[in-house]
């Protein structure tokens, strides 16, 4: 298993999110935006991110849409949650057993235990899916549900995917972003949380290009060393284009969110973007820079994860290093319903041309 050769760094005590910003009585796009420029770092919210892009610029997005992947089960007389992550090509599942509370996950899956989850469901676990047997967080499973397909039934009983430090359970619409339409991820995509409609017709009235890619992000509550898991992805052939025009009319790429830049570099031949789908196991790290995004939208999660390596892919580790301690000294929110960073380590052709 891969493991970062970043030192941990040590910040003040994280603050997380443990609510929607609405739930906080603020807008989605009046969340806490940190800008990482050339010139340094610019603390501004959200709804200003229009003021660090130039016309020209290309805003990829992820329209993956989330779905109640978490379901109730009992296990061995004890109850626990189990996170349905993705259907594999064979028809099995990938799913983490975890905690009733969703504070850890469970390890000591095995090969041929029977598990009964709410609603007249059932699954067999294959054995472990890319980890070692009785210590692995994810299962290979064979789910049997009383009528429908999984996706049905995971409609009808499940719910968001969330975490301990979420302090109670929000509807489906709270996980959604407005890019959402393609039914597939396990937990929301959240770098584009905080847009608006509104929002989103600024930017294109001030000349930015929006183009969408796919990508359904699987479980994601990986512990620190822990690489992320394969996904499924898809890079159109229209998305393709504007990405090279862009790059060839000096614009910048920026990805809304690392599942963006995870797709638009597994589509990546060189510096040249191909229209590509399937499923990719790209780790994006300091020996795996990124070829062909520029700038990233990204909100804030453990910085001792593979996020942080991917950030560190786009925009360098001095970069990353230093907009986490100025995130952490100002006390932005972290995780889902968070605050925002915006990575931008170049300018456009425009601007240095100004």
């Not at 949650?81 to 504070?103: I, K, M, P």
């Not at 969110?257 to 196991?281: C, F, I, K, N, Y």
């Given at each position: ?326 995130a952490s000294e100002a006390g932005y929110l972290w ?20």
């Amino acid at each position: 298993m891969k493991t970062s050769a970043a030192t941990p760094l040590s910040l003040p005590e994280q603050r997380p999110a443990g609510e929607p910003p609405e739930a906080r009585g603020i807008k989605r796009d009046e969340v806490r935006l940190l800008v990482v420029g050339p010139g340094g770092f610019e603390h501004v919210i959200f709804r200003d991110v229009g003021r660090f892009l130039a016309p020209g610029d290309l805003l990829v997005v992820n329209t993956s849409r989330t779905v109640p992947a978490a379901v109730d089960a009992e296990r061995d007389g004890q109850e626990i949650v189990v996170h349905f992550s993705a259907r594999l090509n064979d028809g099995s599942w990938t799913v983490e057993l975890r905690a009733v509370d969703g504070s850890r996950p469970l390890l000591d899956g095995a090969g041929g235990e029977v598990i009964e989850t709410a609603g007249g469901g059932r699954f067999e676990i294959l054995g472990a899916y890319l980890g070692i047997e009785g210590r692995s967080r994810m299962q290979r499973v064979d789910v049997r549900v009383s009528d429908g397909s999984v996706e049905h039934y995971l409609a009808r009983v499940g719910r968001p995917i969330s975490y301990s430090h979420v302090s109670e359970r929000w509807p489906l619409s709270m996980y959604q972003t407005v890019f959402a339409r393609v039914p597939g991820s396990a937990e929301m995509p959240s770098a584009g949380r905080p847009f608006t409609h509104e929002l989103v017709t600024q930017l294109v009235s001030r000349g930015l290009v929006l183009a969408p890619v796919v990508l359904h992000a699987g479980v994601s509550s990986l512990e620190a060393g822990e690489t992320p898991l394969p996904e499924r992805y898809r890079v159109p052939a229209s998305t393709a284009r504007l990405v090279n025009h862009t790059r060839e009319a000096g614009g910048r790429i920026v990805a809304v969110g690392t599942t963006v830049t995870r797709a638009l570099e597994s589509a990546a031949d060189g510096d040249v973007v191909r229209p590509s789908e399937g499923w990719t196991d790209l780790v994006l790290d300091s020996e795996r820079p990124s070829r062909v995004v520029d700038g990233l939208v990204t909100g804030w999660h453990a910085p001792d994860a593979s996020h942080r390596w991917l950030l560190e892919a786009v925009a360098g580790r001095a970069s990353v290093d230093g907009a986490y301690a100025a995130a952490s000294e100002a006390g932005y929110l972290w995780h889902e319903f968070g605050d925002s960073c915006l990575l931008l380590p170049r300018r456009s052709r425009t601007d240095a041309e100004a």
